[in-house]
């Protein structure tokens, strides 16, 4: 079973930058990403890569963060720069693999203010 583990993440100053790595076990995997949650919202997609390698972004932060990925890897990247207190959430990284869409366990960003 594909397994997702995040690092990165923690406290940072508004302005800030901060970077999210997600490594996923496994065979063909297929598309990955990230998606957010803050208290009391939906999750969010924030940035992924589609299974023919387009890159989709939030409005919210198009300009701002950037995704990047090692495919002989299984490894995500997401580049967060100029960070805004309503950034602030669990950060999920996902992987597709056979139909499957599979999950991390999360990893909290904090923006102050």
């Known amino acids: 079973q594909t397994q997702l583990v995040e690092s990165g993440g923690g406290l940072v100053q508004a302005g800030g930058s901060l970077s999210l790595s997600c490594l996923a076990s496994?065979?063909?995997?297929?598309?990955m990403g990230w998606y957010r949650q803050a208290p009391g919202k939906q999750r969010e997609l924030v940035a992924g890569?589609?299974?023919?390698?387009?890159?989709n972004y939030a409005d919210s932060v198009k300009g701002r963060f950037t995704i990047s990925r090692d495919n002989a890897k299984n490894l995500v990247y997401l580049e967060m720069n100029s960070l805004k207190p309503e950034d602030t959430a669990v950060y999920y990284c996902?992987?597709?693999?056979?139909?499957?869409?599979?999950w991390g366990r999360g990893t909290q960003v904090t923006v102050s203010s």
């Open positions: 890569f589609t299974s023919g390698g387009r890159i």
């Open positions: 496994g065979f063909n995997i297929d598309a």
């Open positions: 996902y992987a597709d693999q056979s139909g499957l869409r599979y």
